[in-house]
């Protein structure tokens, strides 16, 4: 029989659980218990029932109860070993401590009983092994001067709670109501299996003849999350059941659907995040990345549109003057039609410079070409504040700022359900890194690297940040506005960019074509604006060069048209070519 099972997801789920080892036919067990976080609260809720008869009122209660949404939870299916089968010692346990509720359930039964020192603040109720070993744990806790498992030292931890293991099996949860704990017992005489769901995906059932859970019976959104239990469950829908275990002895914390640390004992191998040392090492490189020295980039952008018959009369407008500001500077720069005229030139209202042509005269084919040599500076994206200097959420702007910056602060029109679900998706970021400004746009912008997939051919123009963010797949655009989304609705103030990205001679940065790129650019006070690439999960710096922004692809789009007369059957052909201008004498 299942022993424990927990959840951490990204926003809140309202999953249907179903105790089938409570039908007929069926050992009940000796107590079950299930304990959550409703509204994303430090106040923890548990239900449960010592001695449950079949047909338990309160599992059916438990099945159908329209308060069990949260972030994290906790399933405990007891086997009584210490105690009498009573509601105080049914897992799982809730302490109060440090302005918050912790929550504990325990796979295995010690084979020593443990000692409450005199004068220890936390007793137990009940007469288990396992709260005697909570109240053991809180009181380490306060020991160490930790308050939440958000300030632990996850080794030390590991290693404290190893050397309780000598005293017999055990498996570990805790939670502090943002965070989740798994041990996994040192002898492996239990056991910790580790889930790690991705999106996208429409349904998602698991479970066993004991027990089954539905992430998804009740409209949940998909959404990243780790499942974590004593043993694997299988899936029931077409949601592959990737279960990893985790090493005996092994400890790992888990926050918003993201495991944050794996700590290991000395000489075992990582088995449920074996990449994690890696991605460790890309977003340390985020957090400061290396400086890069100053480049001098020239630029071809050629755009062809062919059309089956001749076009009589067209007027368009063109954006592909790179800008001019003190991190990037414009050395030189002509744009050529092979029909038409440049009728004007001018500053449209967010600084870009935009040339109106017009043609006059029958064409079948029109070549914009536009040769610039760009300057780049933006050599050290993050260098602008000592790294100990921390902006947290939500921002306040004076008012006069915020009128300035409302464009940019302003999300995309659309239905509200689906405005609620980012904004809890966003703030699942915001959770995730303590409110943090910078960490939390970082993780964004590195979320959306690894979790979409860069897919031509599946999305529009018209695609919205909704939809992409349901499908988990898109291109540079669809990805630079589900970020701008999500900084919005934040607060953040991000507008979308328009320009030209280096992809280095062994295509380095991968995920483009020889066309026009787009990324992000987001508002942060004291700073300004601050470039932010989640296609390929980097900051901007000297192989971005910028062209246009807005507050939209319309407002930066490089060239847009009208044809009053003629056409049909219009073909385009757009290539880039960006290369370092090499210094003197190399």
């Known amino acids: 029989m299942l022993n424990l099972l927990a959840l951490s997801f990204e926003g809140e789920l309202a999953p249907g659980l179903d105790l089938r080892c409570l039908a007929p036919g069926r050992k009940p067990p000796d107590g079950w218990g299930v304990g959550y976080y409703p509204g994303g609260?430090?106040?923890?809720?548990?239900?449960?029932?010592?001695?449950?008869?079949?047909?338990?009122t309160r599992s059916e209660l438990v099945r159908t109860w329209d308060p069990l949404e949260s972030s994290l939870m906790l399933l405990h299916l007891r086997t009584a070993t210490w105690g009498p089968i009573t509601e105080a010692n049914t897992q799982p346990f809730v302490r109060s401590a440090w302005g918050r509720d912790w929550l504990l359930a325990h796979s295995g039964s010690l084979e020593q009983r443990l000692k409450i020192p005199a004068g220890a603040r936390f007793e137990p109720v009940g007469s288990t092994d396992s709260e005697t070993l909570f109240c053991r744990f809180l009181d380490w806790m306060q020991e160490q001067g930790w308050r939440s498992l958000g300030e632990v030292d996850a080794f030390r931890l590991r290693a404290w709670l190893e050397e309780l293991n000598q005293l017999g099996p055990l498996t570990l949860v805790v939670s502090d109501g943002r965070d989740l704990m798994l041990y996994a017992d040192c002898t492996g005489a239990t056991q910790g299996w580790v889930w790690q769901v991705s999106p996208p995906y429409e349904r998602l059932v698991l479970g066993d003849e004991d027990v089954e859970l539905d992430l998804t019976r009740r409209g949940a959104k998909s959404r990243k999350g780790v499942i974590v239990a004593t043993q694997p469950l299988g899936s029931r829908t077409d949601v592959p059941a990737n279960w990893t275990q985790l090493a005996p002895g092994g400890l790992v914390l888990v926050r918003q659907g993201a495991i944050r640390v794996e700590a290991l004992p000395p000489g075992a191998q990582g088995t449920v995040a074996p990449t994690m040392a890696a991605e460790f090492?890309?977003?340390?490189?985020?957090?400061r990345p290396p400086e890069t020295p100053v480049r001098v980039m020239d630029?071809?952008?050629?755009?062809?549109y062919r059309y089956q018959n001749p076009v009589e009369r067209s007027s368009h407008l063109l954006r592909l003057t790179p800008r001019h500001d003190r991190l990037q500077s414009l050395l030189s720069h002509d744009v050529t039609l092979s029909v038409g005229v440049t009728r004007s030139e001018y500053e449209d209202v967010f600084g870009n410079r935009v040339r109106r042509a017009m043609v006059d005269m029958p064409y079948k084919e029109l070549v914009m070409e536009a040769r610039s040599r760009v300057e780049l500076r933006d050599t050290d994206p993050l260098g602008y504040r000592p790294l100990h200097v921390r902006s947290v959420l939500p921002l306040v702007w004076m008012p006069w700022q915020a009128n300035m910056l409302q464009p940019y602060l302003l999300p995309p029109e659309l239905p509200d359900t689906q405005l609620e679900e980012l904004s809890e998706?966003?703030?699942?970021?915001?959770?995730r890194n303590d409110f943090d400004l910078l960490d939390t746009l970082l993780d964004i912008n590195y979320s959306?690297?690894?979790?979409?997939?860069?897919?031509?051919?599946?999305?529009?123009?018209n695609t919205t940040a909704f939809s992409v963010y349901s499908a988990r797949r898109g291109v540079c655009q669809d990805f630079a506005n589900v970020f701008i989304c999500l900084a919005r609705l934040l607060g953040v103030p991000a507008r979308y960019v328009c320009g030209y990205l280096y992809t280095?001679?062994?295509h380095a940065n991968t995920a483009q074509a020889e066309a026009s790129h787009a990324w992000v650019q987001v508002y942060l006070p004291e700073v300004g604006w601050k470039g932010f690439d989640p296609t390929n999960g980097i900051l901007t710096q000297t192989d971005h060069v910028r062209v246009a922004v807005g507050r939209q692809y319309s407002d930066a789009?490089?060239?847009t048209g009208t044809i009053y007369l003629g056409g049909g059957g219009e073909q385009l052909e757009v290539l880039v070519r960006c290369e370092p201008v090499m210094p003197e004498g190399q």
């Not at 090492?281 to 957090?287: G, I, K, N, T, V």
């Not at 630029?299 to 062809?304: D, L, W």
């Not at 998706?425 to 915001?430: E, G, N, R, T």
């Open 41 to 56: 609260e430090f106040a923890a809720a548990v239900l449960k029932e010592a001695a449950p008869q079949l047909h338990s």
């Open 281 to 287: 090492e890309a977003r340390s490189r985020l957090r």
């Open 299 to 304: 630029v071809v952008h050629r755009t062809v």
């Open 425 to 431: 998706y966003a703030m699942s970021f915001a959770r």
């Open 448 to 461: 959306i690297f690894k979790e979409y997939q860069y897919a031509q051919g599946t999305t529009t123009l």
């Open 504 to 506: 280095g001679p062994k």
């Open 557 to 559: 789009t490089p060239t």
